[in-house]
C-alpha cells in the first residue's frame, strides 16, 4: 500500500479531530506524506477533499509555504465546497505568502469576504486575510475598510465582532 492509498484510508477511516490530529503528527514526520496529502486535496472523492483540507488548515504554515498555488487555485474553483474555502482562508490570514500569490490571494479573499451566501466562518477568515495584506499594503486600506463597512449591516454577531475590529485596527 502505498502512502497515498494508506492517507486515503485512514482519512476516510474516522471524521474526528483525534483522527485528523493523528494523520497531521504523520504528514510532518514525512515529507512524501504531505506530497500525499495534497495528491488527495487535489484528486480525491469529495470526502478525501473535504478531510484533507481539514489537515491542512491545521499544518504549521512552513508546510504550506511551496503550496499555496495549489491552495488559491482549489479555493477559487466555483465547485469547492466549505471546507476548502475556509481551511485555505483560515490558513491565509496568518501567512506571509510569496509576492506572485498575493494578488491572486487578495482577490480571492474580497470575493468570499464580500459574497453574503458564504458561511460565516470562511467571511470571518477572508476578512482576517484582507486585513493581513492591507497593512502589508496600505493603498488596500481603503477597499478594506469600505468592504467592512458595506457589509456590516448585513451580519450576525460572529461576523459583525470580526469586521467591527477590522475596522477599528485599520482605521
Known amino acids: 500500500m502505498n502512502k497515498t492509498e494508506w492517507l486515503s484510508r485512514e ?7 483525534k483522527n485528523m490530529l493523528r494523520i497531521q503528527a504523520r504528514v510532518e514526520e514525512d515529507e512524501e506524506m504531505l506530497d500525499a496529502l495534497f495528491t488527495l486535496f487535489q484528486q480525491g472523492s469529495k470526502k478525501e477533499v473535504q478531510r484533507s483540507a481539514w489537515v491542512i488548515g491545521t499544518l504549521p504554515l512552513e508546510y504550506l509555504s511551496a503550496k499555496w498555488a495549489i ?6 474553483e466555483d465547485k469547492s465546497g466549505d471546507a476548502i474555502k475556509r481551511n ?3 490558513q491565509l490570514q496568518f501567512a506571509d505568502l510569496p509576492e506572485k500569490e498575493e494578488s491572486a490571494a487578495w482577490d480571492l479573499a474580497f470575493r468570499l469576504a464580500s459574497a453574503r451566501s458564504e ?3 470562511i467571511r470571518a477568515f477572508a476578512f482576517g486575510c484582507l486585513e493581513k495584506m492591507a497593512r502589508k499594503y496600505p493603498e488596500l486600506i481603503p477597499e478594506t475598510l469600505a468592504l467592512a463597512e458595506q457589509e456590516l ?5 460572529g461576523l459583525e465582532n470580526r469586521i467591527r ?5 485599520l482605521s
Open 11 to 17: 482519512l476516510l477511516s474516522e471524521n474526528s479531530k
Open 165 to 169: 475590529h477590522v475596522i477599528r485596527r
Open 71 to 76: 491552495l488559491l487555485e482549489r479555493a477559487a
Open 153 to 157: 449591516p448585513y451580519t450576525n454577531k
Open 119 to 121: 458561511a460565516i466562518a
Open 88 to 90: 485555505v482562508m483560515r
